[in-house]
C-alpha cells in the first residue's frame, strides 16, 4: 500500500552486467602466423629440400597454431555460454522473488487491511444494533483472516518446493470485479461498481483491471475508512478506464498508511501494459485513475 500524497519506488530487478565474450585467441594466432611468415622470409635456405623441409614444417606449425587457436576458442565460448546461462537464470530468479514479493505484499495488505477497517468500524458502533454488528464484524474477520492464511499457506507451500510448479488456478477476469468489491464492502467500504460494455478485452487488461480496483478499494479502506467509494470501468475508443473514487474519510478515521508498495507495483503492471496510472484529490475524496491501451474488435466494434 501506498501514501495518497506520492509512490514509493517498487524494488527492481538488479541490473547487473551482461556477460560478454573477449576472446584474443585468434588475434595471438594470426600474431604468430605473421611472425612465422616474416622469419621465413628473412632466412635462407639452400635449395631444393632444405626449402622444402622449411616450408613443410612452417605448414605443421601453422596447422597447429590454428588447431589449438580452435580448441581454446570452442572452450571459451562454452565458458561464455555458461557464464551467460547462469547470468539469466539469476535474472529470472530474481524476477521471480520480486513477483513473489509482490504477491505476498498484495495478499497480506490486502487482507489486513479489510480486517483493520472492519474492526475500527465495529469497535466505533453504538446503539441498541452494536452487539449484533459487532458479531457481524467479527465474522467477517474471522472470514477475511480464513482466507488469507490459506492464500500465504499456499505460496508459502510453493516457496518450500522448488523446482515443482505452483498450484494452478483461474487468472481474475472482469467477472471477478463484484466479488471484489463486495470483499470491499465486507471491509466496511460502502462501494458500488459500474461497468460499461467494453466488447473484447485481452486476458491481460482484464488482470490488470482487478488489481486496480482491488488495490483501489484497498487504499480507500485503509486511508478512508468506511466511506463511500465508486468504481467504474469503462472504454474510450482504444482505451479501457479504471477509476476508483473515494468521499474521504469519514469522520473519526485515523488513516491507516502502508510501505507504500501496492501502488508502486501497479504502476509497474499498468507501464508494462503501455498504459498510465494516476492518483489525485478531487474534493475532499480521491481518486485513482488507470488508462490501458486496448484495441477495438475486428468489426470496429469494441
Given amino acids: 500500500m501506498c501514501g495518497r500524497a506520492g509512490v514509493s519506488t517498487l524494488g527492481q530487478v538488479p541490473q547487473t552486467d551482461r556477460p560478454v565474450l573477449h576472446s584474443r585467441v585468434w588475434l595471438v594466432a594470426g600474431g604468430v602466423i605473421v611472425a612465422l611468415v616474416l622469419v621465413l622470409s628473412t632466412v635462407g635456405v639452400d635449395p631444393p629440400f632444405g ?9 605443421v606449425f601453422a596447422t597447429a597454431v590454428l588447431a589449438w ?6 572452450q571459451e565460448r562454452r565458458a561464455f555460454e555458461d557464464e551467460l546461462t547462469a547470468w539469466a537464470a539469476e535474472r529470472a530468479a530474481q524476477a521471480e522473488r520480486l513477483r513473489i514479493a509482490r504477491d505476498l505484499h498484495d495478499l497480506a495488505s490486502h487482507g489486513l487491511g479489510l480486517i ?8 466505533t458502533v453504538a446503539g441498541p444494533a452494536a452487539a449484533t454488528e459487532r458479531a457481524t464484524a467479527l465474522a467477517d474477520i ?18 518450500r518446493t522448488p523446482g515443482e510448479g505452483a498450484p494452478l488456478r483461474p ?6 470485479l463484484p466479488r471484489i468489491v463486495a470483499d470491499a464492502r465486507a471491509g466496511g467500504v460502502e462501494a458500488a461498481l459500474e461497468i460499461a460494455d467494453l466488447g473484447e478485452v485481452s486476458a491481460g487488461t482484464q488482470l490488470a483491471l482487478c488489481a486496480i480496483v ?5 487504499n480507500t479502506a485503509r486511508h478512508a475508512g468506511p466511506t463511500a467509494a465508486r468504481v467504474l470501468v469503462s472504454r474510450a475508443g482504444e482505451t479501457v478506464l479504471a477509476t476508483v473514487t473515494d468521499d474521504g474519510p ?3 478515521w485515523a488513516p491507516h498508511p502502508g510501505a507504500g508498495a501496492g501502488i508502486a507495483g501497479l504502476r509497474e503492471r499498468v507501464d508494462a501494459l503501455g498504459g498510465t496510472l494516476l492518483g489525485e484529490r478531487v474534493g475532499g475524496g480521491y481518486r485513482l485513475t488507470a488508462r490501458l491501451p486496448e484495441p477495438v474488435g475486428p468489426a470496429g466494434t469494441p
Fill in 142 to 159: 474471522e472470514r477475511t483472516a480464513r482466507g488469507a492464511t490459506t492464500e500465504l499457506r499456499r505460496m508459502l507451500s510453493v516457496l
Fill in 214 to 218: 482491488r488495490e483501489g478499494l484497498t
Fill in 51 to 59: 626449402a622444402m623441409a622449411v616450408l613443410l614444417g612452417a605448414a
Fill in 171 to 176: 487468472a481474475e477476469t472482469l467477472a471477478d
Fill in 250 to 252: 469519514a469522520p473519526g
Fill in 69 to 74: 587457436a580452435l580448441w581454446r576458442a570452442r
Fill in 116 to 123: 483493520t477497517v472492519r474492526a475500527a468500524a465495529a469497535r
